[in-house]
């Protein structure tokens, strides 16, 4: 069976939100199908589209005058993933504080070109759409982001469905059909001259509809095939485009299976190994190595705790480091929360902070957070800002830390702690420490002695 189809039980959608833009600006979504089935499509089985909703005719829009990205001194790491709710879909009071929190140190910032807030690009063949697209690279822009275009997903054309119209609940479980990978080969490209300050490019998300099910693996050749072809074409548009793939979800579970990568933290699924193996024998070339995955397994949460458990960040870092011939590690998301668990904020907070130190420590070039946005006044645990108020929340605190002391090549240094519970990572200037505990520890840390509360993440200057 489909391993979870590819997703860690994450609860998110990515459908686009219809807003306004200008005078010209048409409702983008009416009304978005309710489905039952998230399972993908397997490469030797029909796939049914419903005819959904009719894509929208973007009117004629110049091309957007783009800031350039920010010159910083050191690849940030760290970043974010703009999901369907941005603060380009709030008011101008929130689009200025979520500005300000996202540029105070400038840091990675991701956009899909289809769903997760955009609208269907290629609704028609030639027939363009990048009002979303426009907006959201805008606002990027905006708020100094070195910005990353992920290349998902395709319009319903290229994947059997029908031109001019959007089957949303297809979205992310379909792939393009071989006789169409040309076709969005050239869509990479129109892109790539749409946006010419973007040169970083991630090829498709999670193998979407590249899981046969007949043979109970991924279709790692049939995404290979696709990656190559874009490959091809955004070099041709600039040489200096960096692309990366495969973005395979790489899973776990607690019961012992054969694999090669194995640990307290279970067993790491050797499919998702075995197409990660078979793109790096056979695609064209790559800047970077990118993929994602869940601290949890499928079987029994976070493995031997929830602390702990982000030990398998490192884990599959190196392995692909070693499989590569040292590619730049991506990992496009990561995720460490079971559902329904219940935390706190600040346990929220405490655990993510443990999975960062584990891809410093790892030598991971770049972790983008998927940013759980919701509309203005719901609940939004684990968001950058309150939505509707732009209010900064702690997890936007934790990521401009680390941008700001742990660059990709920030030089680590050995700090020890007298108390196991409280983890430590350190840099020459500056050190950040985590309480693993539900309860307060005193602890010495670098010579002196400190007090966390439960959860705290407590930083400390060093030296001068």
Not at 199 to 207: A, G, P, Q, R, S
């Given at each position: 069976?489909?391993?979870?189809?590819?997703?860690?039980?994450r609860?998110?959608?990515?459908?686009?939100?219809?807003?306004?833009?200008?005078?010209?600006?048409?409702?983008?979504?009416?009304?978005?199908?309710?489905?039952?089935?998230?399972?993908?499509?397997?490469?030797?089985?029909?796939?049914?589209?419903?005819?959904?909703?009719?894509?929208?005719?973007?009117?004629?829009?110049?091309?957007?005058?783009?800031?350039?990205?920010?010159?910083?001194?050191?690849?940030?790491?760290?970043?974010?993933?703009?999901?369907?709710?941005?603060?380009?879909?709030?008011?101008?009071?929130?689009?200025?504080?979520?500005?300000?929190?996202?540029?105070?140190?400038?840091?990675?910032?991701?956009?899909?070109?289809?769903?997760?807030?955009?609208?269907?690009?290629?609704?028609?063949?030639?027939?363009?759409?990048?009002?979303?697209?426009?907006?959201?690279l805008k606002?990027?822009?905006?708020?100094?982001?070195?910005?990353?275009?992920?290349?998902?997903?395709?319009?319903?054309?290229?994947?059997?469905?029908?031109?001019?119209?959007?089957?949303?609940?297809?979205?992310?479980?379909?792939?393009?059909?071989?006789?169409?990978?040309?076709?969005?080969?050239?869509?990479?490209?129109?892109?790539?001259?749409?946006?010419?300050?973007?040169?970083?490019?991630?090829?498709?998300?999670?193998?979407?509809?590249?899981?046969?099910?007949?043979?109970?693996?991924?279709?790692?050749?049939?995404?290979?095939?696709?990656?190559?072809?874009?490959?091809?074409?955004?070099?041709?548009?600039?040489?200096?485009?960096?692309?990366?793939?495969?973005?395979?979800?790489?899973?776990?579970?607690?019961?012992?299976?054969?694999?090669?990568?194995?640990?307290?933290?279970?067993?790491?699924?050797?499919?998702?190994?075995?197409?990660?193996?078979?793109?790096?024998?056979?695609?064209?070339?790559?800047?970077?190595?990118?993929?994602?995955?869940?601290?949890?397994?499928?079987?029994?949460?976070?493995?031997?705790?929830?602390?702990?458990?982000?030990?398998?960040?490192?884990a599959?870092?190196?392995?692909?480091?070693?499989?590569?011939?040292?590619?730049?590690?991506?990992?496009?998301?990561?995720?460490v929360?079971?559902?329904?668990?219940?935390?706190?904020?600040?346990?929220?907070?405490?655990?993510?902070?443990?999975?960062?130190?584990?891809?410093?420590?790892?030598?991971?070039?770049?972790?983008?957070?998927?940013?759980?946005?919701?509309?203005?006044?719901?609940?939004?645990?684990?968001?950058?800002?309150?939505?509707?108020?732009?209010?900064?929340?702690?997890?936007?605190g934790?990521?401009?830390?680390?941008?700001?002391?742990?660059?990709?090549?920030?030089?680590?240094?050995?700090?020890?702690?007298?108390?196991?519970r409280?983890?430590?990572?350190?840099?020459?200037?500056?050190?950040?420490?985590?309480?693993?505990?539900?309860?307060?520890?005193?602890a010495?840390?670098?010579g002196?002695?400190?007090?966390?509360?439960?959860?705290?993440?407590?930083?400390?200057?060093?030296?001068?």
């Amino acid at each position: 069976m489909i391993p979870t189809d590819g997703r860690h039980a994450r609860r998110r959608s990515p459908w686009p939100l219809a807003v306004g833009a200008g005078a010209l600006a048409v409702l983008l979504v009416a009304g978005i199908m309710t489905y039952a089935s998230m399972r993908s499509a397997p490469d030797d089985g029909p796939t049914t589209f419903v005819g959904g909703e009719v894509a929208s005719a973007a009117p004629t829009e110049p091309v957007p005058e783009l800031e350039p990205p920010p010159v910083v001194d050191d690849w940030p790491r760290w970043g974010v993933t703009h999901t369907q709710y941005s603060a380009d879909n709030e008011g101008p009071e929130v689009q200025d504080q979520a500005r300000g929190i996202l540029g105070r140190v400038p840091m990675l910032q991701n956009q899909h070109i289809m769903g997760w807030g955009a609208n269907n690009p290629e609704p028609r063949p030639g027939q363009y759409n990048f009002i979303d697209l426009n907006r959201r690279l805008k606002f990027m822009a905006a708020s100094r982001a070195i910005p990353v275009i992920t290349l998902c997903c395709a319009p319903d054309w290229m994947k059997g469905g029908q031109a001019g119209r959007t089957d949303w609940s297809k979205n992310h479980t379909v792939a393009v059909k071989p006789e169409h990978f040309d076709d969005y080969a050239k869509l990479a490209a129109r892109v790539a001259k749409q946006y010419p300050t973007v040169e970083y490019y991630m090829v498709w998300n999670e193998f979407k509809g590249f899981w046969n099910s007949s043979t109970n693996r991924w279709d790692a050749e049939g995404y290979t095939e696709l990656y190559n072809k874009v490959y091809d074409a955004l070099k041709k548009v600039n040489p200096k485009i960096k692309v990366g793939g495969p973005y395979v979800p790489i899973e776990s579970t607690k019961a012992q299976r054969p694999s090669e990568l194995q640990g307290p933290y279970g067993s790491v699924d050797q499919r998702a190994l075995d197409a990660i193996e078979y793109w790096i024998e056979h695609k064209k070339g790559a800047d970077f190595i990118v993929v994602d995955g869940a601290s949890m397994t499928t079987d029994a949460d976070n493995v031997p705790d929830d602390f702990a458990a982000t030990a398998k960040f490192s884990a599959i870092s190196t392995w692909l480091r070693q499989k590569s011939g040292n590619l730049p590690v991506w990992w496009a998301e990561w995720y460490v929360e079971p559902d329904d668990s219940g935390w706190s904020e600040d346990k929220r907070v405490a655990v993510q902070a443990t999975a960062l130190m584990e891809f410093a420590r790892s030598g991971v070039t770049t972790a983008l957070y998927w940013n759980p946005q919701a509309r203005g006044g719901k609940q939004c645990a684990g968001c950058l800002w309150r939505p509707g108020t732009g209010e900064e929340m702690p997890m936007a605190g934790l990521l401009s830390g680390f941008t700001k002391w742990f660059p990709a090549n920030a030089r680590l240094e050995q700090v020890e702690s007298s108390d196991p519970r409280v983890r430590v990572l350190a840099q020459e200037r500056q050190l950040v420490m985590v309480n693993t505990a539900e309860t307060a520890v005193t602890a010495t840390v670098d010579g002196k002695q400190v007090t966390l509360k439960p959860y705290e993440v407590q930083w400390s200057g060093r030296g001068t």
